[in-house]
Every structure is written in C-alpha cells, then in structure tokens.
C-alpha cells in the first residue's frame, strides 16, 4: 500500500449564504484546495464528494469543468466526510490514481436535523420545545455518563466556552463571539443536561482535500504531510452508545472505540503521540465522551482536564482549535474535512492566532455520525 500525502486544502466559510448554492461552496473549496496544492483541476484523476442535502455533489464538476473524471457520491452520516476522505485514499494506496480530491458540501437549515417535517414528520414548534431525536439522544447520553463519571454541569460549559473563545480566533466560523461560561450556564435548558449554547447549529459551507501519492508528492512539495491512518467503523451487535464499560460491562463499546484503535495501529503511534486534536463535538458532552473513546484519557478524567485547561489551545492536548462543530456549525458533508483543514494548517504553523504553540507535528481528527458510524484519521509531518 502506498503513502499518502494531504497535499492541499481547502474551506468555504461555515455559516449563513443566502441564495448561494451548496455545489457553488464546494466549487470553491476545490479551487482553493487545489491552490494550496499546486495542481490544476486538470491534473485530478478522481474525486469523492459528500453531501446530506445535495443529491448528486459531482454537480461541483459544471463549475470545476468536465474532464471525464470518476466522480463518486457518498454519505453516511455525520462520518460522511471521514468516508469520503477513506475512499480517496485508498484510490491513491492501492497504486489506482496518483492525485484526487475529496469534497464536502452542504446547506442546511435552522434547527435541529429532525425538523424537517418531510422526512421526520415532526411539526416546527417541536424544536422550540427541545423535542428532537438528535437533541434527545445527545442529553440522554452525556446525562448518563455524567452519572457515571462525576462530570459536573460546569465541564460542560467549559467545553462550549472553549470552542466559542477558539472560534472567535477563527475568520471562517459561523460563531465568533466569546462566551463565558456563566453566559452558557445561563442559557436556557434544551434538552437536560445540555443548554442551547452547548450545541452546535447545522449550517452551511464546504471543505476540500487534494490527496496524492508519496511519490507524486515528491515532485510538489518539500514539505508533505502525511495520511498516516483512515478508519471507520460502526456498531456491535450489543452496542451501548456509551462507553462505560464498568456499568455495563456485557456490552460492546461504541464504534469511536474501534475506529481509534484501527487508525492507531494503522499509523503505528498511540495517544500518547498526538499533539493537537479535533474530535465531534456535536454538543458539549460528546467533546467529552470522545476524549475518553479516542484514548485520551480515562472516563472522569476530563473533569480535571477541563479545569485545568488541558484542553486549551495552549494546554497539553489542544482539541478542537478551530473552535469545533460547537462555533464553526455543521454542514454535515464538509465537516470532517473541515477538521483537516485545521490540522494541515496547525502543522504547516499556519493557524495565525490559534496557532498552537511548539511546532505540533501530529494532528488526530474523529467524526461520530448517530446511531453508530465513526471516522478517524491521523496526519503527521
């Protein structure tokens, strides 16, 4: 299997566009991409593009031009950019292709995903009121863990307050204002334990990824950064959504467990090894439950962590430095790459004010699509 390497990258804002169309995003975060990469549009050889609200995503090739390119659709869940990305790389590890590029776009609405009454049936108020199967399940599972773990309602907070102060740091996120964690204590309750601003928004924008071969690589850059590690997994039969195997010990861990432990092993490296972190922080608790999923740290040992700062741009294990899901919302086909985005630039020393300090060369990013589908990767200089 052949290396490798995150050649360019490149991002559409995440937010709010009016009438511009999600393909129209995605066609500008490919000629970014391509930009960082130094390659044309003519170059590529194949493409994977994800999207939940667009049907066919290789429309992006109308405004990219139509070279008779394979360009293959994808999705699956909030792990749709994580499998996009996968596919991609293994077109170029198998010796197939030598350049592709993974993209993901989308353009969602305000409100919770369940709102839509087209699909869930659910009418509009049924959001006001917090009634929703994403915001339900979200609740019931970091309730349950705090239980577990002893992590306070405070934690939470701190979490969310983290992401808005990183996002603010941040010129292509949706939310840019700080908020302290009083601000976020005193939100209103949405679905207990989780207040409004413990939540991220679904939203707009689009993010891409030129990946090519080592050996191509060669030729572009002196300074690649690798794909050391892609996986994706999905649940066990027995599967409990949280992973608390002292309270439930007959139960399977959750699919995060698996995909960590496959990327891993796939790049030869531990937790241990890894410098900056961007995990799904679909809400406050789950920022938390996969810091212990991923291996980096013990379950209730976050609570300490956050408090200590751990977790902090500045801190031993900076996470979600973009300012996450939580300030940078999530258009379901982009966000993943999105996360790599940050890590490319983090690593290139290229993140301006949210740079993390002492030159991070490893870079680890997890997507965790409800009811069970989890991406990992792993980039490295």
């Not at 511009?20 to 003519?42: H, P, Q």
């Not at 934690?155 to 740091?169: C, F, H, I, Q, W």
Request: hydrophobic share 40%.
């Amino acid at each position: 299997m052949r290396e490798v390497v995150v050649l360019g990258v490149g991002i559409h804002p995440f937010g709010r566009f009016g009438d511009k169309s999600a393909i129209e995003m995605g066609a500008e975060a490919v000629r970014m991409a391509l930009g960082d990469a130094g390659v044309t549009w003519n170059d590529v050889q194949f493409a994977f593009g994800g999207s939940f609200e667009v049907d066919n995503p290789d429309a992006v090739l109308g405004r990219l031009g139509r070279t008779g390119i394979p360009f293959m659709d994808v999705y699956n869940g909030c792990a749709t950019a994580a499998t996009a990305l996968e596919l991609t790389a293994d077109g170029i590890r198998s010796g197939k292709y030598d350049i592709g590029v993974a993209v993901g776009m989308d353009k969602h609405g305000h409100g919770a995903f369940t709102s839509d009454p087209v699909h869930y049936g659910a009418p509009s108020w049924y959001g006001d009121a917090g009634m929703f199967l994403t915001t339900k399940f979200f609740g019931m599972k970091i309730n349950r863990y705090m239980h577990d773990f002893g992590i306070s309602h405070e934690t939470l907070a701190r979490v969310a307050s983290k992401n808005y102060e990183n996002g603010s740091l941040n010129p292509n996120a949706l939310r840019r204002t700080p908020m302290s964690v009083e601000q976020i204590m005193e939100s209103r309750m949405l679905n207990y334990p989780l207040r409004q601003y413990m939540f991220c928004s679904p939203d707009e924008g689009a993010a891409a990824v030129v990946l090519c071969s080592a050996e191509k690589a060669r030729q572009l850059t002196s300074n690649p950064i690798f794909l050391r590690a892609t996986a994706l997994r999905t649940r066990k039969a027995g599967a409990y959504e949280v992973h608390s195997s002292s309270t439930f010990p007959e139960h399977e861990p959750a699919p995060t467990v698996f995909a960590s432990q496959a990327a891993y092993e796939q790049a030869g490296i531990g937790p241990e090894d890894v410098d900056i972190v961007q995990l799904q922080d679909t809400d406050s608790g789950a920022e938390i439950i996969h810091m212990a999923e991923n291996g980096f740290c013990n379950d209730g040992e976050q609570e300490q962590m956050l408090a200590d700062g751990d977790t902090r741009i500045t801190g031993r294990l900076p996470i979600n430095t973009d300012g996450g899901l939580i300030a940078n919302g999530e258009p379901i086909g982009a966000s993943g790459l999105r996360q790599i985005h940050e890590l490319v630039q983090q690593l290139r020393g290229n993140a301006g004010e949210r740079q993390v300090p002492g030159n991070p060369k490893v870079g680890y990013s997890q997507l965790y699509g409800a009811p069970g589908t989890a991406g990992v990767s792993i980039v490295s200089l």
